[in-house]
């Protein structure tokens, strides 16, 4: 796929990544966020210099904590934090934030990823809409802060990693900030004076065959994305994103270590080209 930055989640070993990116060749720089409770970040590979790398990690003012699990202590921090970063391109900086939200598998006390007790299936499906949402607009707010700064031609920004739901999920609207224009309907072409705080999902510039990241249960489902800001999304021509090139994809049960030891990912590659 030769990309010039790539973004990663469930990095384990951060060592790990740093073979990787060798094996592939081309000075890559390998920076990761800290780990979640189970081990595993996220993480950029690029061949562009990096700068202003920093996590995203607690939740905005306003936002209170959310409960989590059957105890009483909340949390006000995402379970695993996203990384920002800044690349230098022609025209001037792009700012990205890489994220992995909480997941839509659930898990159990005791490391259990499944359960016969009904109330119980139902509260923590609650819990984790509820954490995928707060983190949702922690990345959000770090989106906003990077959208709301003074740029001539407009801040360029890019979020993308693994959303853990579909484009038309509660979820991730969160992300796209203000309704309407989005590619496709008739408002796209329209300026407004919502563009400024905007983001694009590039789902619908995906060929509609590839449309999908991950096979759950035998449903293809979207929950990898790229979302650009006003000064990119007129850079991604139809047919410069892609999910392809990566083989057969596995269909994925609600036990995932089941694929501990299986090689390749059970996520297809997200791919853009943006045309700076």
């Known amino acids: 796929m030769a990309p010039d930055l790539l973004a990663v989640q469930e990095v ?22 800290d780990p979640d409770e189970r081990g595993i970040r996220v993480g950029f590979m690029s061949r562009l210099p990096l700068a202003d790398v920093e996590q995203v990690r607690v939740f905005p003012a306003g936002l209170r904590p959310v409960q989590v ?13 996203a990384l920002r970063a800044r690349v230098q391109v022609d025209g001037g900086p792009v700012d990205l934030v890489n994220c992995h939200l909480k997941s839509k598998l659930l ?30 607009v922690t990345v959000r707010a770090a989106a906003t802060g990077l959208l ?15 959303l853990n739901d579909e484009p038309a999920a509660a979820t991730t609207q969160i992300m796209y900030g203000p309704p309407g224009s989005e590619i496709g309907t008739a408002g796209f072409d329209r300026p407004d004076q919502g563009d400024g705080q905007r983001l694009w999902n590039l789902a619908a510039r995906i060929p509609t065959l590839q449309r999908f990241s991950r096979i759950y249960q035998g449903r293809p489902e979207l929950i990898d994305h790229i979302l650009v800001s006003h000064a990119l999304v007129g850079l991604v021509p139809d047919g410069a994103v892609t999910i392809d090139g990566a083989g057969p994809s596995p269909s994925i049960t609600d036990e995932p270590g089941l694929r501990r030891d299986d090689a390749g990912s059970d996520h297809r590659p997200v791919i853009a080209t943006i045309d700076l």
């Open 12 to 33: 384990g070993d951060p060592a790990a990544l740093v073979d990787l990116a060798e094996l592939a060749e081309g000075g890559w720089q390998c920076p990761t966020a």
């Open 69 to 81: 699990d059957d105890t009483d202590t909340p949390i006000s921090e995402m379970g695993r934090p």
């Open 107 to 136: 898990s159990f006390p005791g490391g259990r990823f499944a359960t016969r007790d009904e109330e119980e299936r139902a509260r923590f499906g609650a819990y984790a809409l509820g954490r995928r949402a707060a983190e949702a």
């Open 148 to 162: 709301s700064a003074a740029s001539d031609a407009g801040p360029r920004v890019i979020v993308l990693g693994d």
